[in-house]
């Protein structure tokens, strides 16, 4: 017979085997909201029923700021999360990350889907985002032509700056075929390039209404818009794929107008103040230039110029005069040196010695001969006159008597 197992091991086991679970992993699970607490903290505990059964079920605070309804008993809704078995009590629940209402949860997906896919591609890169003009001379708008949307946007437009120029194209922002409208305006503002921004704008709506702004065509036209484009969809709450992929995402459409061209009032304001700023600063710089000559003015060289230049002449004539003297005086010392130079040269040339009767006697091969001894009988030598030169043969060699 087996052993029998601790509930420590038999719940353990149970662990084991719904964590190593890949469907358990990832569970999308509609039912009945029932039980449901909103703790002080954050977090949420409720349970999803159906006909039959419930199963326990809990959204920590941090998955909790992005619902977009408030939970309570009796709504239908999808759970998105993981079956977790807590072993101590022997209990499952369900640790949601994403809940919506029943009905929106297939687009949900399909929404976060396309997302996480464009991210991936750079289609909502902040580094090229296109920035918007300053004071753009005419704004595109594509909405539609009948609602309250365009007229909201004209009246902030006029109210902020008058003579604004705007050109419609007038779009479907509503159905299955919304999208393709939206992509035309796109085109057709890229194409005749006869805006310098363009807004993309529509009122609130269910999640069905805006879906056309999640279509993934008119995601890449955004992209693809050579022109800076304004995403201005629903309400501050709503969000669509339009709005991660464009230049710049406005709140509603009347937060567009607001953001594409400033007031025209508080320009001239500031122009006003500039131009204030500007002409203080002038007359600060003007009497500082003023009082500057004034002082200059008052300079005795001002009064007697031609004073100031006799003074100038005076120095240069002495310059000029000690620039002569000392040049004679390195001159007459370079002159000294070389004579003296010279004088010894002269005295160690043997031509001088020469010149005065004396002679140099060299044997044969060159050799100066200093001493008779050193020369014999019958050898050539040569004598070297202060002019020419006597060849001889040695008869006798007669040397020093003591």
């Not at 100031?308 to 003297?325: A, C, H, K, P, V």
Request: overall charge negative.
């Amino acid at each position: 017979m087996n052993k029998s197992l601790t509930v420590s091991m038999l719940n353990e086991y149970i662990n084991n085997l719904i964590s190593s679970d890949d469907v358990l992993e990832s569970l999308d699970v509609e039912g009945e909201i029932s039980n449901c607490t909103i703790h002080y903290s954050g977090h949420i505990y409720f349970s999803i029923k159906d006909e039959k059964c419930s199963i326990r079920c809990v959204m920590f605070s941090g998955s909790t700021k992005k619902l977009k309804f408030k939970p309570e008993d009796g709504i239908k809704v999808t759970v998105y999360g993981y079956l977790s078995f807590y072993e101590k009590t022997g209990q499952c629940q369900i640790v949601v990350s994403e809940m919506v209402e029943s009905g929106s949860g297939d687009l949900f997906i399909k929404f976060e889907r396309l997302k996480k896919k464009l991210a991936e591609e750079g289609l909502f890169d902040l580094q090229r985002k296109k920035p918007l003009p300053y004071l753009p001379e005419t704004i595109g708008v594509i909405t539609s032509s009948t609602g309250a949307v365009l007229q909201d946007i004209k009246n902030i437009l006029s109210s902020r700056f008058p003579n604004y120029g705007l050109i419609l194209y007038p779009a479907t922002v509503q159905g299955i075929e919304a999208h393709k409208t939206i992509i035309e305006g796109l085109s057709y503002f890229n194409t005749n390039m006869n805006v310098e921004v363009i807004i993309i704008a529509r009122g609130g709506g269910s999640v069905e209404d805006l879906w056309p702004f999640n279509e993934e065509e008119l995601a890449y036209a955004i992209y693809s818009s050579r022109i800076p484009v304004i995403s201005a969809i629903g309400h501050e709450t709503d969000f669509t794929i339009a709005d991660f992929v464009a230049d710049a995402r406005a709140a509603t459409p009347t937060a567009a107008a607001q953001m594409v061209i400033p007031e025209k009032q508080q320009l001239v304001r500031n122009i006003n103040s500039k131009k204030d700023s500007l002409e203080v600063s002038y007359i600060k710089l003007l009497k500082y230039l003023m009082d500057k000559v004034q002082n200059l003015s008052q300079r005795p060289v001002m009064k007697r110029p031609e004073e100031y230049t006799n003074i100038l002449s005076m120095n240069l004539d002495n310059i000029t005069g000690r620039f002569f003297t000392f040049s004679k005086l390195y001159l007459d010392n370079i002159s000294h040196k070389l004579n003296t130079a010279s004088n010894k040269i002269n005295a160690m040339n043997p031509f001088a010695v020469l010149s005065r009767g004396y002679s140099i006697t060299t044997d044969e091969m060159g050799n100066v001969i200093k001493d008779s001894n050193n020369i014999k009988k019958d050898e050539m030598i040569l004598t070297t006159l202060y002019s020419g030169s006597i060849r001889s043969v040695v008869e006798k060699a007669v040397g020093n008597e003591e």
